[in-house]
């Protein structure tokens, strides 16, 4: 048998796979992807825009990526693996004179899922140490109590829709005149399971 009669033969063995994001994004399609074994799509992660789940060029920004966890029939879903503001936007919003202040805090959100989350403040002067030493501990501060108080979802969707920035920002300004807040960057860390917390990580092995 030929090499392109037995790639065409591997093609032919492959099923075509719905990849669904989760329902707090409306379980939208966001991909298609064959397989010739769904277990192969276990672990995989596929990443897309907000915009093109909410149809808002506003939100063309904003980078989702998602893991595949379980596969049923035709359908592969997925769960929240984290986001990325644009490396283009990010330069964009940045201006002289002024400072950025970065905070990195790992948290839990009340049902137990573990998050790194990477935030952004931009001050509309440059500041000097203290303040941003200031303005650093009120956005952990913020950020810890916020999601302590809330659900994974109810996170996420704080985080990719601005609410949580906009929490940042009502706070951080009274410690000194702020521009722009943005969650930059965000990570799943822990996930809640039936055996309890676990850390985010599919192996994935052929079954026997």
């Given at each position: 048998?030929?090499?392109?009669?037995?790639?065409?033969?591997?093609?032919?063995?492959?099923?075509?796979?719905?990849?669904?994001?989760?329902?707090?994004?409306?379980?939208?399609?966001?991909?298609?992807?064959?397989?010739?074994?769904?277990?192969?799509?276990?672990?995989?992660?596929?990443?897309?825009?907000?915009?093109?789940?909410?149809?808002?060029?506003?939100?063309?920004?904003?980078?989702?990526?998602?893991?595949?966890?379980?596969?049923?029939?035709?359908?592969?879903?997925?769960?929240?693996?984290?986001?990325?503001?644009?490396?283009?936007?990010?330069?964009?919003?940045?201006?002289?004179?002024?400072?950025?202040?970065?905070?990195?805090?790992?948290?839990?959100?009340?049902?137990?899922?573990?998050?790194?989350?990477t935030t952004v403040a931009l001050t509309s002067f440059r500041c000097k140490t203290l303040q941003k030493h200031m303005i650093r501990k009120l956005i952990r501060e913020t950020i810890t109590n916020y999601v302590g108080e809330k659900t994974f979802n109810e996170v996420i969707q704080a985080m990719v829709f601005g609410s949580l920035a906009l929490e940042i920002f009502q706070k951080a300004k009274k410690v000194y005149p702020l521009r722009k807040v943005e969650v930059y960057k965000s990570k799943l860390l822990y996930l809640t399971t039936p055996e309890g917390v676990k850390k985010s990580v599919i192996t994935v092995s052929a079954p026997s």
């Open positions: 048998m030929s090499s392109k009669v037995a790639v065409k033969d591997r093609w032919r063995m492959k099923q075509w796979y719905a990849v669904v994001a989760p329902e707090v994004f409306g379980s939208t399609t966001i991909a298609t992807t064959p397989a010739d074994k769904p277990w192969k799509l276990l672990g995989r992660v596929f990443e897309t825009t907000l915009f093109d789940i909410t149809g808002d060029f506003s939100q063309v920004h904003v980078h989702l990526k998602f893991q595949v966890y379980e596969v049923r029939d035709d359908t592969a879903y997925t769960r929240f693996k984290g986001h990325e503001l644009a490396r283009d936007y990010m330069k964009s919003i940045i201006r002289r004179k002024s400072s950025k202040v970065t905070s990195i805090v790992d948290v839990f959100t009340k049902d137990g899922y573990g998050l790194r989350i």
